[in-house]
């Protein structure tokens, strides 16, 4: 491998306990920690979806088996249902507890011919089990459900409220409300694990591949968040499997959930492993452009450069400079700086059709280029500036032997400069697709802070 900066080797890829071929060891490339604020909007999302309160009411409505009817009251029929109070919490090592306050106004008709309401508040505390399905997804199930009739009002005169409450709620409220509210739950779960799904399926990378996120182990449940550890799989569009870099020594912890929020952190050789479904689009065929403001790019100019063998050179013809990308990039991540690291070859060619289409020369070149991260519709878009031209290599000449390992020479300097004016804007413009983020629940990532941390991205997502 191409050598690197002696203070990027000890941070390459430094959350190394999960950074890994995506054939190789069982440890992630992405983990997801997911706070109790995301949750409960991915609830709420879910039971408006479900319309999960129009059948709790048609289910009330309804004659429910075993239960038999009241004597002297008709026609009962919900005749109002308040949106639910939801709390919810994380029981660390179990799941989800989850506590729904509800208010429901039943009407009907009682013996006497008036017309009869009965208001009540029910409290469903349910214990559910988060795990992993046989499919490799999160699965929420109801563990344990129960129902409490928390009050009862009625419009009955009251030398009947005693009697008449309490067979009520002893031979139809006791015995209805679990039936009504408990499958309700498990809908509204049963939704989550339809996002959970969506979460673990293939995504889209434009039209070059894609990449699906896996769960390695089951979910690890805190009082704090839920730990998804994702194994992520890349594929070039014909299927083909892209491997991310070899995994480094193991690491002792994830970077600490310093902010409030659902943490995403994706490791460097996650993002290096998207960049090679781009690789492709990182050639460059660079060709002499008055309007990049820089020296005509000719043989003549070139003679200029490395005078050592400009007797060598053709007379002055036009030049074509072919950039390849010929391994996988590599990104180094620190707390204060990312790079991207592209190694490449520049041919240099006559650009005058009538001369033969082997090269003058060709160099071997590890371009470093400073990254800026940002996020736009649930995707990671990357930009790049040129840091420096690391390293330079003459790989063969047809013109003779030169040097090219000083630090700083002209042709050096007049590379850097054709690097920054016609290479950058063309990577810029292959980046701009942007990289697919994990599916959260279907919640946006409108607010999103992005910090750097050694060998990985954090991306600190809020739910508002």
Not at 46 to 59: D, F, I, R, T, Y
Not at 259 to 266: R, S
Not at 274 to 294: H, M, R, W
Not at 395 to 411: M, N
Request: charge should be negative; include cysteine; hydrophobic fraction near 45%.
């Amino acid at each position: 491998m191409p050598e690197l900066p002696r203070s990027g080797i000890c941070c390459v890829f430094f959350l190394c306990g999960w950074l890994v071929s995506s054939h190789g060891t069982d440890a992630p490339g992405a983990v997801l920690e997911i706070d109790i604020e995301t949750i409960d909007q991915a609830v709420t999302t879910a039971m408006a979806e479900s319309n999960v309160l129009q059948k709790l009411a048609e289910a009330a409505s309804k004659k429910q088996p075993g239960v038999k009817p009241i004597k002297g009251i008709t026609g009962l029929k919900v005749k109002d249902l308040q949106p639910p109070e939801i709390s919810l919490t994380f029981v660390p090592g179990t799941g989800l507890f989850m506590a729904v306050l509800t208010k429901i106004t039943i009407a009907g008709r009682s013996f006497i011919g008036g017309n009869m309401e009965i208001s009540l508040v029910a409290n469903m505390t349910a214990k559910n089990k988060l795990s992993q399905a046989d499919s490799g997804s999160p699965k929420f199930s109801v563990e344990n459900c129960q129902i409490a009739i928390v009050s009862v009002k009625t419009n009955l005169p009251s030398s009947m409220l005693p009697k008449m409450v309490n067979k009520f709620l002893d031979s139809t409220l006791q015995k209805v409300m679990p039936g009504m509210l408990c499958p309700a739950v498990g809908a509204v779960l049963g939704l989550m694990n339809a996002k959970f799904d969506t979460m673990m399926a293939k995504i889209p990378f434009g039209a070059l591949g894609s990449i699906q996120f896996t769960l390695l182990s089951p979910p690890i449940i805190s009082q704090d968040f839920i730990e998804l550890h994702l194994k992520p799989i890349l594929q070039h569009q014909g299927g083909d499997p892209v491997d991310l870099p070899a995994d480094p020594p193991a690491l002792a912890s994830l970077p600490p959930k310093t902010e409030p929020g659902t943490q995403i952190v994706l490791s460097a050789n996650l993002l290096a492993g998207e960049l090679t479904l781009l690789q492709a689009s990182f050639d460059l065929n660079v060709t002499d452009n008055p309007a990049l403001e820089l020296p005509p790019l000719t043989t003549a100019t070139l003679a200029s450069l490395l005078p050592e063998v400009s007797e060598s050179l053709p007379p002055s013809k036009p030049l074509v400079i072919e950039l390849r990308v010929t391994k996988p990039p590599l990104v180094t991540i620190k707390e204060d700086k990312s790079l991207l690291h592209l190694f490449t070859t520049m041919e240099f060619l006559s650009g005058d059709p009538s001369d033969s289409r082997d090269p003058l020369f060709v160099l071997e070149t590890h371009i470093n280029l400073d990254t800026q991260f940002s996020v736009h519709e649930e995707k990671l878009h990357i930009s790049v500036t040129l840091d420096r031209l690391y390293k330079m290599e003459l790989s063969s000449s047809s013109v003779g032997p030169f040097d090219v390992s000083s630090a700083e020479t002209p042709l050096k300097g007049f590379l850097a400069d054709i690097i920054q004016v016609a290479y950058v804007p063309a990577l810029n413009a292959a980046l701009q697709e942007g990289m697919p983020l994990p599916y959260l629940f279907g919640l946006k990532y409108s607010h999103t802070e992005i910090r750097m941390s050694e060998g990985a991205l954090v991306l600190n997502v809020r739910v508002k």
